[in-house]
């Protein structure tokens, strides 16, 4: 039987609030509502790109270790799909399936791909790649490595880092479990969700899926929030904006792709 995806409970991060930035890794991040959430205790932490990269990968390691990771059919699909897709813009990229019943893919900035199982049941392989290469387009970004930052600078384990002098310490199990949950509900903004779709439409034209993948993997997404799976349907989708939108702006990229190729 399939198991639930599992993420410990934990009060979903809010990361709108502009009232406050911090410069890491030379880009500037706006922690308003991350140091309101830690409250005045906080004191300041840099985080270098290792640091960053340690966390995604770390968080990536405790998913894997607390989700059931296909090694069966659904893993075959997808390796065969991802056959010869062994980097994005130079980061390495690693795939694999977790067994679960929650409809959901994610990317991490050290180049993990996530999908899950019953995303894959209701996608056509076209749909499929498309929401992959979504993804991929959330890392080449650098959303995903900006939204771990905000996860854990809004995280008890910041908390931790402060009080031993600014630097990043090993995360205990249970501040791993919390980062991962923070960054799974992690909120992109419109301007990168349009990014990544035309990522999207990009990937699958170049690894020879069909250029309506991405209308059609998002109109999947807009059929699945109207119905009785909606409550499968994770965070990181139902918050995405204006599907319905998303997807008709990428029906019109691929009729112009195809109307350019006849
Ligand atoms: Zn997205």
């Not at 630097?167 to 980062?179: A, F, P, R």
Request: glycine content about 8%; aromatic content about 8%; charged content about 25%.
């Amino acid at each position: 039987m399939k198991r639930v995806f599992l993420i410990l409970a934990l009060s979903v991060l809010c990361m709108s609030a502009a009232d406050a930035q911090l410069r890491i890794g030379g880009r500037k991040i706006d922690t308003g509502k991350a140091v309101k959430a830690v409250g005045d205790m906080a004191t300041a932490v840099t985080l270098s790109d290792d640091d960053i990269a340690r966390l995604c990968r770390e968080s990536v390691e405790w998913l894997d270790a607390h989700n059931p990771v296909d090694t069966g059919e659904y893993d075959a699909r997808l390796k065969r799909l991802t056959e010869g897709i062994t980097d994005a813009e130079g980061l390495p990229l690693n795939f694999k399936v977790y067994y679960v019943t929650d409809i959901n893919a994610f990317a991490c900035g050290d180049g993990s791909i996530r999908v899950f199982s019953s995303l894959m049941d209701i996608m056509t392989d076209d749909e499929l790649m498309a929401i992959i290469g979504h993804e991929i387009g959330h890392i080449v970004h650098h959303d995903s490595k900006d939204a771990i930052k905000r996860a854990y600078m809004a995280s008890a384990a910041r908390n931790a880092a402060g009080a031993v002098g600014g630097t990043v310490g090993k995360l205990t199990e249970s501040q791993l479990g919390d980062l991962a949950q923070a960054f799974m509900g992690a909120q992109f903004s419109q301007k990168q969700e349009y990014a990544a779709d035309d990522y999207g439409f990009e990937f699958c034209v170049a690894h020879g899926f069909s250029p309506y993948g991405m209308a059609d993997g998002l109109n999947r997404l807009v059929e699945l929030s109207n119905g009785d799976k909606a409550p499968k349907l994770q965070q990181m989708f139902s918050s995405h904006p204006d599907s319905e939108k998303r997807a008709q702006r990428m029906k019109q990229k691929a009729e112009a792709y195809e109307a350019g190729n006849r």
